[in-house]
């Protein structure tokens, strides 16, 4: 099936406003709500076997904390966090899995907690298939509009995500997705052929300003290069690498659990800070996956789509070693996404 047809997602809002509450209410075949984690009001995708699951939280931003097979959640949960809403804790609080925002350098500034943390509206259109809606964020005068549809047959998985330009001003700003998974798995992508660093990657570095990305020389002994393939271990010091690859997906293997990220990239266009496509950071308690689209100018009206597909690969052994994760990358099919132009 094609998981973009069809999801006219900028109807989204006019669809929350004017549908009646019965309608909202009424959930199609695998979809489900209730409590997830201490979150009363989770929307859960089921697969027609049993075998995959998908868990959105529309009140804390609209975010996926549960993508598993077999059970095993290939997203990072914290226990410390489940339940909370930005209502009870107006501080904010850390969440594990996947949420999107606008960029650059937009990420944790307070006055943008409606987007990445508040309550978004919801409802589910149709089968396998949950959307969300952003309040206007003040600051950047957008909104967050996302569609999550779970195959029904093979488990994959869709995420669109859409800016629109609600104000009345023209902007100018970029999709920023961060997926945090649990430490101690390996990370892999394929390096450019042509970067704008020299190595095809490169490491973020304290500098006498604060810290910047480095690549002509990058080296770390959880880091390591199998001709165009990088592997990087989620274990060791704390650290963060990028990367302008056009591949077209990221992959984190953990146990015997392979979670592909396949993403649109585009050829020529202007990424914000470093140029990269993708960034991978870890620490003893995550590995954090972050895909970013391209700066886009927006005028009032306007929306841009940043689309991604994600799946889940059951693998025979469990991936303990650098040579056991190259190994796994061999299991990641091509992508569905071609750089555009």
């Not at 450019?192 to 990058?218: C, I, M, N, V």
């Not at 690859?245 to 020529?268: E, N, S």
């Not at 190994?327 to 099919?333: G, I």
């Amino acid at each position: 099936m094609s998981f973009f047809r069809g999801l006219a997602v900028l109807a989204l809002a006019l669809w929350l406003a004017l549908a009646p509450a019965s309608l909202r209410a009424a959930l199609p075949a695998g979809v489900s709500q209730g409590e997830f984690l201490g979150w009363t009001n989770a929307l859960s995708l089921r697969d027609d076997h049993g075998k995959v699951t998908a868990v959105v939280v529309p009140d804390i931003g609209g975010r996926v904390v549960q993508y598993s097979r077999g059970g095993v959640n290939a997203l990072l949960e914290n226990p410390d966090s489940n339940g909370k809403t930005l209502a009870q804790s107006p501080g904010g609080f850390w969440v594990g899995g996947y949420q999107c925002d606008f960029g650059p350098g937009l990420l944790g500034r307070p006055e943008r907690q409606a987007v990445w943390l508040g309550p978004h509206d919801f409802v589910a259109p149709r089968d396998q298939t949950v959307e969300t809606a952003s309040p206007l964020d003040a600051v950047t005068g957008l909104r967050l509009l996302k569609s999550f549809t779970l195959d029904p047959d093979t488990g994959a998985f869709g995420v669109m995500q859409r800016m629109v330009n609600a104000s009345p001003n023209a902007s100018r700003h970029s999709l920023h997705d961060r997926t945090l998974c649990p430490a101690g798995g390996f990370a892999l992508f394929r390096l450019p052929k042509q970067s704008r660093p020299r190595a095809g990657w490169s490491l973020l570095r304290a500098t006498e300003e604060g810290s910047a990305f480095h690549g002509e020389q990058p080296a770390l002994p959880n880091v390591r290069v199998f001709g165009d393939l990088l592997v990087a271990q989620a274990a060791g010091a704390p650290g963060k690498l990028g990367s302008d690859t056009d591949g077209g997906w990221v992959a984190y293997v953990r146990g015997r659990l392979l979670f592909v990220k396949y993403f649109q990239t585009w050829r020529g266009a202007a990424y914000a800070g470093a140029g990269h496509t993708v960034e991978f950071s870890w620490s003893d308690q995550m590995a954090a996956l972050e895909l970013f689209s391209p700066m886009t100018a927006l005028q009032p009206g306007q929306a841009f789509d940043f689309p991604e597909l994600w799946q889940l690969i059951e693998l025979k052994e469990e991936v303990t070693s650098f040579d056991e994760a190259r190994a796994a990358a061999k299991k990641v099919p091509a992508s569905p996404f071609a750089p555009k132009k």
